[in-house]
């Protein structure tokens, strides 16, 4: 919902507006490439929309984009999918992500921080030095441009200098986090066929350590493609046979030679959660991702060389790749190894101030933890240096805006984004200089035509509808693997409206500019014709004290009806007695409306999440419409899969 309050939360003063490195591209973009000089953001933006080659050209001059042979021109063809980016050039990412090191060589390019808080720089050089070291062994290994190379790695600085130099070679970057399962990692791995892994023998969280060797050892014996495998003792134990020494390959002094690649060649590979079957493995490009970067952390996160660059991640998250790519600013990369709330659930905040953080990113749940915890971060803490707090993962409910302002500092920028692994991008968000409406999204990113459609593809206005993208964005995946005609592709995005991206979110783009969103759009409740998002639900109900967490769920009955359960997860000490069903009843009807009280109220043991932390929808119910646990869910994806025996148990009590 937009809120009713027309009078914003925060806006930027005239001084941070002048300083914002967006106003000084669109100045420099007024003069030399006919951006308008006048109307601020949203005539930027609908300039980047409308002169869409133009905008491209201007963001690779803008940040000095080093192409080796020369483009032919922007975009060779823009039909989606296949819009053709920079015919004809050459370049290299890693050579990009490592620019910074002649003017700052012994500044820290990382800061590599654990459950101890305490954070351990890497420089530039050294950064630098152990890729050039380590692309050097991968080229050894006969690791050539276009092979695979995998990471079963936590978020550690080993991490980065193996995709950088797995970009440097021309090398295609895949990761997971040791917290996943091997049957997870395998669903990822086996489809692309590595030829070399990284992998650690353990990881610490929680205070605890946890071994994983024996998942290393599962993953040797079912990637038959393995040339290599490289051992980092992160929890100090031996190599185990055939397994290459970490140290060994990052201690030569060796300048990094950059594989000079086609614009569309492919950087990484990332995964669909795959809650209802084989995670997609989306390709995305050196240069797409290259600049898709540049505009999204130079411009709109306002990012350069006296920053320090913050997100709470694992390496199995796309936002994981989107922090490495600070580097590409020149900005100083934060990796929290740990759990997010150990000791304490403030845990983040003493990261964020420890490190000095500029931009501090979060999840939306991890921001609602605190305010449900009584978490003071603005009083504990000093956190004069953080500019902005952003958050993602789910919409941040309009009481965590609010908290954000009132427990972290007034003059706070509070960037809640959303885009997706798909584009391993946001399609809108943070913008400097544009003030924030509580519950809502800044606005569209720049060079994204996002609107939000009808049914029949008629754009609506104060009103939700499908999130769609009408042109492409250089960061969108050339291909999903072994997908040879493209199909899957096509039917993910492009089968709603030919030629069009349908994320499948629902949104309200608002007649301010700004956007909000209200949950995924598959798993949409549907009463009596009337369309709502969960989110909106969750964040009325989880106000409640009582309430942990809560799932709702709309069902289609064989019959015709409709079934629409709220599932909660009570906080300890808390029942549902006849009074907390009333409350949360009346807390929905009274917020929201009388077509969004469930039909039921059920107590559970607990939401299911993905291993990115989104709690599960389609799948629980797919469960209560009757589909066998193994046909409903993957798995493999899942944080909980007892828990899911409750939903399935609960169908079949009901049936």
């Known amino acids: 919902m937009t809120s009713a309050n027309p009078s914003p939360l925060w806006q930027p003063d005239a001084e941070r507006i002048a300083r914002a490195r967006i106003t000084a591209f669109q100045s420099w973009a007024a003069a030399h490439h006919g951006a308008p000089a006048e109307g601020g953001y949203?005539?930027?933006h609908r300039w980047s929309v409308d002169e869409l080659e133009t905008f491209w050209k201007a963001v690779t001059e803008w940040f000095d984009v080093r192409f080796s042979t020369p483009y032919t021109r922007v975009l060779g063809d823009r039909t989606m999918p296949g819009a053709e980016w920079f015919p004809g050039a050459t370049l290299n990412y890693a050579e990009h992500a490592l620019r910074a090191t002649d003017a700052r060589a012994e500044e820290p390019a990382l800061l590599h921080v654990d459950e101890t808080h305490e954070?351990?720089?890497?420089?530039?050089?050294?950064?630098?030095?152990?890729?050039?070291?380590?692309s050097a062994e991968l080229r050894a290994l006969g690791v050539r441009p276009g092979d695979r190379v995998s990471g079963y790695l936590p978020n550690i600085p080993q991490a980065v200098v193996a995709l950088l130099a797995t970009a440097a070679v021309g090398g295609v970057w895949t990761s997971c986090a040791p917290d996943f399962g091997a049957?997870?990692?395998l669903d990822r791995f086996q489809q692309v066929e590595p030829v070399v892994l990284f992998t650690v023998d353990g990881y610490r969280y929680g205070g605890k350590e946890h071994d994983r060797r024996d998942v290393v050892a599962e993953l040797r014996r079912e990637l038959p493609t393995l040339r290599a495998v490289v051992h980092i003792p992160l929890l100090g134990t031996e190599a185990p046979e055939g397994a290459l020494e970490w140290s060994a390959l990052t201690s030569a002094d060796v300048t990094p030679t950059f594989e000079q690649v086609p614009f569309d060649h492919p950087l990484w590979v990332l995964y669909s959660s795959g809650t209802t079957g084989l995670p997609k493995a989306l390709v995305q490009s050196q240069g797409g991702i290259l600049v898709e970067h540049l505009k999204q952390l130079g411009l709109h996160c306002d990012l350069g060389p006296e920053d320090r660059f913050f997100w709470y991640t694992s390496t199995g998250w796309m936002m994981w790749n989107f922090l490495v790519s600070g580097l590409l600013t020149g900005t100083t990369v934060v990796l929290y190894d740990g759990s997010p709330g150990h000791p304490d659930t403030g845990a983040q905040w003493r990261v964020a101030e420890r490190t000095g953080a500029t931009l501090f990113g979060t999840s939306a749940a991890y921001?609602?933890?605190?305010?449900k915890a009584g978490v003071h971060p603005g009083r504990d803490h000093d956190l004069s240096r953080v500019k902005c707090v952003g958050t993602t993962g789910s919409p941040l409910?309009?009481?965590?805006?609010?908290?954000?302002?009132?427990?972290?500092?007034?003059?706070?920028?509070?960037a809640s984004v959303s885009g997706g692994t798909d584009v391993c991008s946001c399609f809108a968000g943070a913008v400097p200089t544009l003030p924030v409406h509580i519950g809502e999204l800044q606005a569209p990113g720049l060079g994204t035509d996002l609107q939000s459609w009808d049914p029949s593809g008629k754009p609506l206005v104060d009103e939700v509808g499908e999130l769609v993208v009408t042109n492409p964005m250089p960061s969108m995946p050339i291909h999903f693997w072994n997908d040879p005609d493209g199909t899957r592709y096509h039917d993910s995005y492009f089968d709603t409206y030919p030629g069009v991206w349908r994320?499948?979110?629902?949104?309200?783009?608002?007649s301010r500019g700004s956007v909000v969103i209200h949950g995924r759009s598959d798993s949409t409740l549907n009463?009596?014709?009337?369309?709502?998002?969960?989110?909106?639900?969750?964040?009325a109900v989880e106000?409640?004290?009582e309430i942990k967490e809560s799932l709702v769920i709309g069902v289609e009955q064989p019959d015709g009806g409709y079934w629409m359960p709220l599932f909660v997860q009570l906080a300890p000490g808390a029942t549902l007695d006849e009074a907390l069903l009333t409350r949360i009843k009346r807390t929905i009807r009274e917020q929201l409306s009388p077509r969004h009280v469930p039909d039921e109220v059920i107590e559970v043991p607990g939401v299911p999440h993905t291993l990115t932390g989104k709690r599960i929808e389609v799948p629980v119910k797919r469960l209560l419409q009757g589909t066998p646990l193994e046909k409903a869910v993957n798995p493999g994806s899942v944080d909980n899969l007892d828990l899911l025996r409750f939903y399935e148990n609960l169908a079949r009590e009901r049936a």
Request: with cysteine.
């Open 503 to 510: 994320h499948g979110d629902w949104i309200t783009l608002t």
């Open 42 to 44: 949203p005539a930027l």
């Open 367 to 371: 921001v609602m933890a605190c305010r």
């Open 119 to 134: 954070p351990r720089p890497v420089t530039w050089s050294e950064l630098r030095r152990q890729v050039g070291s380590l």
């Open 543 to 545: 106000r409640l004290p």
């Open 183 to 185: 049957r997870s990692v």
């Open 397 to 414: 409910p309009p009481d965590g805006f609010r908290w954000l302002h009132d427990e972290v500092r007034e003059d706070l920028w509070i």
């Open 527 to 539: 009463r009596q014709g009337v369309r709502m998002g969960s989110a909106d639900i969750y964040e």
